[in-house]
């Protein structure tokens, strides 16, 4: 068995390393790359990469992507591996055009973390993302021969938020965007902070690179080198720094301009509300396919509230969601059948699953082609949702789905989980939570935050005396959940201050029975499968803007959304929820006390017993 893993893994490894010499040599044949400087409005140019077929017997469609990120290999005689979406654009003849955002790499001007958008421009200099593509697409327009008019933008992640940007005042050219996974709002639920509680790991891993000052124009090769760590083992690194500060003062000094701005903007105010794109997606013309991963760890938010705000805002134009079992990014490579262990079995079960194949051939390719290319392509369903558990692609006509009924969760004394409210006059669970023994967020050690935490066995934490394991009893009949998850808890504490995560899990059978051809190696029995997990900055309860701190020992109400979800508990399964007070070093450690967290100190940091209620008045629920 071991012989036979082994060479099969070097077969596919070979095979796609093949594929990927296919795809270059294929783009450099049928493609002609050009490289060009841009002039914006203001003045300033901007580098950008157009890869334009041979073939100019028939005008092509457009497309754009904006990245922070680099438009590597620079020069005009080297081509890429592949060019995004994916090779179905390139074989139908697709304009690639790819830009270095204001800023960055070989552009021209100042760069701006998730610049905010100017909703009314007075002058030439009054530039913003939207003004920058506006003023990109008019450019191509005029000097590009070979295009159809029609221009499209996509983007994943960072270059998902350049998409959205693109939106409000977009040229009459762009007739389809496409943002993915997209950069949404830093302080509610992507990347940087979670309902105000700071995802630490992400941002100091980000920004130690991304964050350095670029003084000129330069190509990746001569760019910023990265920090180096001096142990593999992210909770030990980030637990021996010490509070927030002393990123500064040991490693970050004071050339990490936006860190800096991290640590003074520990509240929603105007700096985080000016890079929040939601409120300026009004008055959309070109259609919008959003995409996000259930499993995506840094903008799964992004992508259900950027659909959110379209469908609110806007009555005119098409408007579309696509969520998958993905983590970030993962439809847009690979099998994209990838929801932890549980993908080991599938795979042996039905070989031909494959996810992002099947996005991108039924969905993204067909949306760009209906809108830029003229062709008569099926629309999407309004919402394209895959079902984990059951392993479903599921058609709504709107998300969250509008026959869907609400569910409420109560937890009961005992660890018990069940849709009845307790009756008891009084009950809680009580715990101690430690800053200098935080629980982590994934086992084993590792330097990187790891993709695979928002899936992953909880064993590893169900264990320990600081988190709260609720469960049902086994279930009699399968149970789908499939829209938002809202925990409401009823809750104490000896600090002033506290996070809160909820965990949402689907445990498997004790005498799970994996199919005969799964692998031996892969054990379900009693997987405690993560469907969800969020955290909430319990000085953020009421308002993000303005923290209160808890009143010591009085029973509090912390009720916050949790990211949607679209899972099947089967039938055998059972429902647990686990509640806890740090997930270390994913998010910085509460000192527990009401005070700035980004300018604490050690003796800020102290020990609080925590209670979770379950009584008659006062209960807790999912």
């Known amino acids: 068995m071991k012989k036979l893993f082994l060479f099969f893994f070097i077969f596919t490894s070979v095979c796609s390393y093949a594929q990927k010499e296919d795809k270059a040599a294929y783009i450099s044949r049928n493609y002609i790359k050009s490289e060009h400087y841009i002039p914006m409005r203001d003045g300033v140019k901007l580098f950008t990469t157009v890869y334009e077929p041979v073939d100019k017997s028939k005008k092509h469609p457009v497309i754009i992507t904006r990245t922070p990120y680099s438009l590597s290999p620079y020069g005009e005689d080297k081509y890429p591996r592949g060019l995004v979406p994916s090779m179905l654009f390139i074989k139908e003849g697709y304009i690639i055009v790819y830009q270095d955002v204001r800023g960055r790499w070989m552009s021209e001007g100042e760069f701006v973390d998730v610049r905010p958008y100017i909703s009314e421009k007075k002058g030439k200099n009054d530039i913003d993302e939207s003004s920058d593509t506006y003023d990109t697409v008019e450019w191509l327009l005029k000097n590009l021969e070979s295009h159809n008019g029609n221009v499209g933008l996509y983007g994943i992640s960072y270059p998902g938020f350049y998409a959205s940007a693109s939106l409000p005042g977009a040229h009459p050219a762009v007739k389809a965007v496409s943002p993915q996974a997209p950069v949404t709002d830093w302080f509610i639920g992507d990347d940087w902070h979670h309902n105000g509680a700071f995802m630490m790991i992400d941002a100091f891993m980000f920004y130690r690179a991304f964050g350095k000052p670029r003084p000129e124009p330069i190509t990746p090769d001569k760019g910023p080198t990265s920090f180096i760590f001096p142990t593999q083992?992210?909770?030990?690194?980030?637990?021996?720094?010490?509070?927030?500060?002393?990123?500064?003062?040991?490693?970050?000094?004071?050339?990490?301009?936006?860190?800096?701005?991290?640590?003074?903007?520990?509240?929603?105010?105007?700096?985080?509300?000016?890079?929040?794109?939601?409120?300026?997606?009004?008055?959309?013309?070109?259609?919008?396919?959003?995409?996000?991963?259930?499993?995506?760890?840094?903008?799964?938010?992004?992508?259900?509230?950027?659909?959110?705000?379209?469908?609110?805002?806007?009555?005119?134009?098409?408007?579309?969601?696509?969520?998958?079992?993905?983590?970030?990014?993962?439809?847009?490579?690979?099998?994209?059948?990838?929801?932890?262990?549980?993908?080991?079995?599938?795979?042996?079960?039905?070989?031909?699953?494959?996810?992002?194949?099947?996005?991108?051939?039924?969905?993204?390719?067909?949306?760009?082609e209906k809108y830029l290319n003229n062709k008569s392509a099926t629309v999407p369903s309004e919402a394209i949702i895959f079902e984990t558990g059951s392993d479903t692609?599921?058609?709504?006509?709107?998300?969250p789905p509008a026959k869907s009924s609400a569910r409420v969760l109560f937890l009961h004394k005992d660890g018990l989980l069940t849709f009845t409210a307790p009756k008891e006059q009084e009950g809680y669970d009580?715990?101690?939570?430690?800053?200098?023994?935080?629980?982590?967020?994934?086992?084993?050690?590792?330097?990187?935050?790891?993709?695979?935490?928002?899936?992953?066995?909880?064993?590893?934490?169900?264990?320990?005396?600081?988190?709260?394991?609720?469960?049902?009893?086994?279930?009699?009949?399968?149970?789908?959940?499939?829209?938002?998850?809202?925990?409401?808890?009823?809750?104490?504490?000896?600090?002033?201050?506290?996070?809160?995560?909820?965990?949402?899990?689907?445990?498997?059978?004790?005498?799970?029975?994996?199919?005969?051809?799964?692998?031996?190696?892969?054990?379900?029995?009693?997987?405690?499968?993560?469907?969800?997990?969020?955290?909430?900055?319990?000085?953020?309860?009421?308002?993000?803007?303005?923290?209160?701190?808890?009143?010591?020992?009085?029973?509090?109400?912390?009720?916050?959304?949790?990211?949607?979800?679209?899972?099947?508990?089967?039938?055998?399964?059972?429902?647990?929820?686990?509640?806890?007070?740090s997930w270390f070093p994913l998010v910085d450690r509460n000192p527990q006390k009401f005070v700035d967290i980004y300018n604490a100190d050690e003796k800020d940091f102290q020990k609080a017993t925590h209670r979770i209620y379950h009584d008659k008045t006062n209960t807790s629920n999912n």
């Not at 070989?351 to 760009?368: D, G, H, I, K, R």
Request: with cysteine.
């Open 430 to 581: 009580e715990f101690i939570s430690d800053p200098a023994k935080p629980v982590p967020y994934d086992d084993g050690i590792h330097l990187q935050r790891t993709q695979a935490y928002m899936r992953n066995d909880q064993r590893f934490v169900s264990g320990r005396p600081d988190v709260m394991v609720y469960q049902t009893a086994i279930l009699e009949e399968d149970i789908v959940l499939a829209g938002p998850v809202i925990a409401d808890l009823m809750v104490s504490t000896t600090g002033t201050d506290a996070d809160w995560i909820v965990k949402l899990i689907d445990v498997f059978p004790d005498d799970y029975k994996e199919p005969a051809t799964a692998d031996e190696s892969c054990k379900m029995d009693g997987y405690q499968m993560l469907i969800r997990g969020e955290v909430m900055r319990g000085k953020f309860r009421n308002s993000f803007e303005k923290p209160e701190p808890f009143i010591p020992g009085t029973p509090t109400r912390v009720k916050y959304p949790l990211p949607d979800v679209a899972h099947c508990f089967r039938k055998g399964h059972r429902i647990m929820i686990q509640i806890q007070s």
């Open 233 to 368: 083992d992210n909770y030990k690194f980030f637990l021996e720094m010490g509070p927030l500060k002393n990123a500064k003062l040991k490693y970050f000094g004071d050339t990490l301009k936006f860190w800096n701005d991290l640590m003074k903007h520990g509240t929603y105010d105007d700096f985080w509300k000016a890079r929040n794109i939601r409120p300026h997606l009004k008055n959309i013309k070109p259609a919008t396919l959003v995409v996000g991963g259930f499993f995506d760890a840094e903008d799964c938010w992004g992508a259900l509230h950027t659909y959110e705000a379209l469908e609110k805002q806007n009555t005119g134009n098409d408007n579309f969601l696509t969520m998958g079992p993905w983590y970030h990014g993962g439809w847009s490579g690979g099998t994209g059948g990838w929801y932890g262990d549980v993908h080991e079995i599938l795979c042996d079960i039905n070989p031909e699953m494959n996810s992002a194949t099947w996005y991108q051939e039924n969905v993204e390719f067909p949306f760009f």
């Open 393 to 399: 692609w599921r058609k709504y006509e709107t998300w």
